[in-house]
């Protein structure tokens, strides 16, 4: 597919560029008594990167995998698109996700674990030797992944999660592992992806690196929205993102 | 569906596992037969029956679980090594990939059960002509054991993967098959052999044509271990439609 830069909002499945990529709506996910995520809503506008932040245990991981149809929630709605994730027909052409660094068999190279998606995403196999070339694994490609360092899995899953050219990324922890140079490589590839008019979600401690690559914030504790707004609007006025996150969130001093 | 199938079998092509289990399949039949054909008291190796019985123990019972090895790990070494959550991320449709996989394990365990019977009959006549015994097994006996152990286990590696979808951890459901196959029949069988006979041990034994202590049918085991693998694929289906993934 091509990508028009003379249309930074184009919108590559044709519908209008404004509509809502993601809407979370009343979504509960109880374990037994506990509400891991509790009434949780948010909508994500296309095109913007926003950081999904949050304690341990505070509700993200579970979050997300309720917006991609890993696990189904005790009440409420997770759209992408304005569908539930299991209702989209090739979702690796339309959402990139990386929920675990570790998601490959160990003995499998990067670029057979990639040509395997590449069957069920429907992408063309040449699309493989793309990704790896974006991610920097070309090198690596036949090795098997028991060799990658941390840094080199998460950049491979990164490139799993770009093979399908989809409109929205969605990155659990994507900068763990990676060296100054990785995060700073992972950050240009984030801007440049939004800036072609996808949308970005990504959860991550590193509240500094969270500043220098998001515009907007969501902060959840306990299974509960606290803070959905633009990042100068949280954090500003002499204020860090540290300082209001820490302001928000339950700290658990142990 | 289709996409998911050619996905299945290039995720059997691209890991050493599947190499590894033809090799050691391959590595245990000739040990096993060698040492029943050699070491067996030669009276215990002279009837049709007899060897007959031999070939299919080695054969059908080694091609069988294995081929219930490899369904199992299709589902439960996708969950160990976390691939479930890609293969789902891009087949959301949870189904499709249940039908893949009992598709590919099928396909597979056709490959796995032919082999092992195949090479245990054609080794087994060789070591017994070695040691001067006459082969008494026909033409009509040869082809049951290698079309019924393929059939075996084709539809062994298929209640393999169900138990493997409803179980998901790899080591407990290994474990589990084993001792199901080489314990609990074995008892089962010893002690109440009118109940023996329907396991599905035996009765994929009786499809390869034994009728030591088995049905004397193989099609009607062949209809009861098919009703079997529907079970277990049912129960697979659900576990992994219904329930969440981590």
Partial sequence: MNRDESQPNRSRSGRMADDEIVTVTGLTKRYGEVAAVDDLSFSLQRGTVTGFLGPNGAGKTTTLRLLLGLAEPSSGTALVFGRRYAQLQHPGRLVGAVLESGDFHPGRSGRDHLRVLAVTSDVTPSRVDDVLDLVGLTPAATRPVKTYSLGMRQRLGLASALLGDPELLVLDEPANGLDPAGVHWLRTVLRSFADDGGTVLVSSHLLAEVAQSVEHVIIIDRGRVVANAPLDEIAGHGETLEDAYLALTTQVVS | ?246
Avoid: C
């Avoid at chain 2, 015994?133 to 059939?151: I, R």
């Avoid at chain 2, 001792?179 to 006979?197: A, R, T």
């Avoid at chain 2, 035996?202 to 202590?213: D, M, P, Q, V």
């Avoid at chain 2, 009861?224 to 049912?234: D, H, N, P, R, S």
């Fill in chain 2, 1 to 246: 569906m289709k996409s998911q199938l050619r996905a299945e079998f290039l995720k059997q092509r691209t890991t050493r596992t599947t190499i590894g289990m033809v090799a050691a399949l391959v590595g245990l039949v000739l040990v096993a037969i060698a040492l029943h054909g050699f070491g067996l008291p030669v009276n215990d190796v002279t009837s049709r029956s007899d060897q007959l019985g031999i070939f299919i123990d080695v054969g059908e019972n080694l091609g069988s679980l294995f081929a219930a090895l490899l369904g199992a790990m299709a589902i439960t070494g996708e969950v160990r090594h976390g691939t479930i959550r890609p293969t789902l991320l891009t087949t959301p449709q949870r189904g499709r990939v249940v039908a893949a996989k009992a598709v590919s394990s099928l396909l597979t365990g056709v490959a796995f059960g032919a082999l092992a019977t195949a090479l245990a009959a054609s080794a087994g006549s060789v070591f017994l002509s070695i040691r001067g015994v006459t082969v008494d097994v026909g033409a009509g006996d040869y082809a049951l054991l290698v079309v019924g152990g393929a059939t075996a286990a084709a539809l062994w590696a298929v209640i393999g993967l169900g138990v493997g979808a409803v179980v998901r951890s790899q080591v407990p459901t290994v474990v589990g098959m084993f001792v199901w196959v080489l314990f609990v029949e074995n008892i089962l069988i010893g002690s109440i052999p009118s109940v023996g006979k329907f396991a599905p041990a035996a009765l994929a034994r009786a499809i390869a044509g034994a009728t030591n202590g088995t049905l004397h049918t193989p099609a009607l085991a062949a209809l009861l271990l098919a009703l079997y693998t529907g079970a277990a694929i049912t129960a697979g289906w659900l576990a992994t439609t219904r329930r969440d993934f981590a």
